[in-house]
């Protein structure tokens, strides 16, 4: 079944602890973005990659890091999580015909 | 960049009726306009797409109308079911891009 996963689906943490949300894709797709949705804003775009070792930011990419050493891992880093970071993220992979599909997500609490 | 603009941002209707999404575009190079329908507690999935060379496009009860001159596309249900409650969002990419641009969402609720 072709599908994004994403992990963990929850994570309650506090300001400063370095965490990382893992994404994988088996479609063999090149591209792959991270999103976060935050009520009356919307999805709005954090990272993306086009390939391996290919990464460049979105719109809202300060506070976080992405790695792309492998075509289907996409993980997400927040180094010093704060607490305005608290959100739900999406991982998502997308075909050269543009369909997208979306993980299932990660709520993220920073405390 | 792209602004794209969904209305109405809630939407009842009840069961077996129609509901109408409309969205408007800003960048008229994008190309490519999807809609999203998410669950709750789901991450948004892929219902129908139009590329800009395609008027109308139709799945089953769902339909999606595009006009670029006007830069506004819209999205039909057709005899709504109670399962078609959720939030839906439209998007727009950019020629020559993978970005989703999206709109702020529409709740639809339908009535039993």
Redesign the interface.
């Known amino acids: 079944e072709a599908q994004v996963t994403q992990n963990p689906r929850y994570l309650i943490t506090v300001t400063g602890k370095k965490l990382t949300v893992t994404c994988s894709q088996n479609m063999n797709h090149e591209y792959m973005s991270w999103y976060r949705q935050d009520p009356g804003l919307g999805l709005r775009q954090i990272y993306y990659s086009m390939n391996v070792e290919v990464t460049d930011k979105g719109d809202v990419p300060e506070g976080y890091k992405v790695s792309r050493k492998e075509k289907r891992n996409f993980p997400l880093i927040l180094e010093s999580p704060s607490p305005n970071q608290t959100s739900l993220y999406f991982c998502a992979s997308t075909s050269d015909s543009l369909a997208t599909y979306f993980g299932p997500g990660t709520r993220l609490t920073v405390l | 960049?792209e602004n794209v603009e969904q209305h109405p941002s809630t939407l009842s209707v009840q069961e077996g009726d129609s509901a109408v999404i409309k969205c408007t575009y800003s960048d008229s190079a994008s190309n490519?306009f999807?809609w999203?329908k998410q669950e709750l507690?789901?991450?948004?999935?892929?219902i129908i797409?139009i590329r800009s060379n395609v008027g109308e496009k139709k799945d089953q009860r769902i339909a999606v109308t595009l006009n670029k001159t006007a830069k506004h596309f819209s999205l039909h249900i057709t005899e709504t079911q109670p399962e078609d409650s959720a939030v839906y969002?439209c998007a727009a990419?950019t020629l020559g891009d993978?970005?989703?641009s999206?709109?702020?969402?529409t709740t639809v609720t339908v009535r039993a």
Request: proline fraction near 10%; charged fraction near 15%; avoid cysteine.
């Open positions: 960049g490519y999807p999203y507690g789901k991450g948004p999935q892929l797409d969002f990419v993978y970005k989703l999206f709109g702020a969402g």
